[in-house]
């Protein structure tokens, strides 16, 4: 009894195992690149809303001590400038009590949150 495999060609099962090779090759690399791009997007993401976070952090405090809440909500919006964030929530540093989100209604905890300075959580 002849095998199939022995009537094919060496040359067509080296082609054959040649291509098999370079898909698997391919979607590692692929997998690598998008794992190290995604984690160095974040580390930059992470970083801006640090910045940004920590210039409207004195303006967060001083409404909140002046009972602003129009004004609080404005400065909390403005951090939706960045399409990662979904959700703010500004929280008293002492026992993580919660002061204000937005959106309003509030969203559940996420995975990908980002503790910042100056008591704001930002959830993306």
């Known amino acids: 009894m002849i095998s199939k495999l022995g009537s094919v060609s060496l040359t067509a099962r080296f082609l054959v195992m040649l291509?098999?090779?370079s898909v698997v090759i391919a979607i590692v690399a692929i997998s690598l690149f998008h794992m190290i791009?995604?984690?160095r997007m974040n580390e930059a993401l992470a970083l801006q809303l640090g910045v940004i976070s920590a210039k409207i952090s004195p303006l967060?405090?001083?409404a909140e001590e002046n009972g602003d809440s129009q004004t609080r909500t404005?400065?909390?919006?403005s951090l939706f400038a960045?399409?990662?964030v979904s959700c703010v929530h500004l929280v008293k540093n002492q026992d993580?009590?919660?002061i204000a989100s937005w959106p309003a209604k509030g969203c559940g905890p996420?995975?990908?949150d980002i503790l910042v300075p100056a008591e704001i959580l930002i959830c993306c």
Do not use: D
């Not at 404005?74 to 919006?77: F, M, Q, R």
């Open 19 to 21: 291509v098999c090779m």
């Open 37 to 39: 791009r995604s984690h």
């Open 60 to 62: 967060i405090a001083q």
């Open 74 to 77: 404005h400065l909390i919006k």
């Open 82 to 84: 960045f399409p990662a």
């Open 96 to 98: 993580s009590q919660l």
């Open 110 to 112: 996420s995975p990908l």
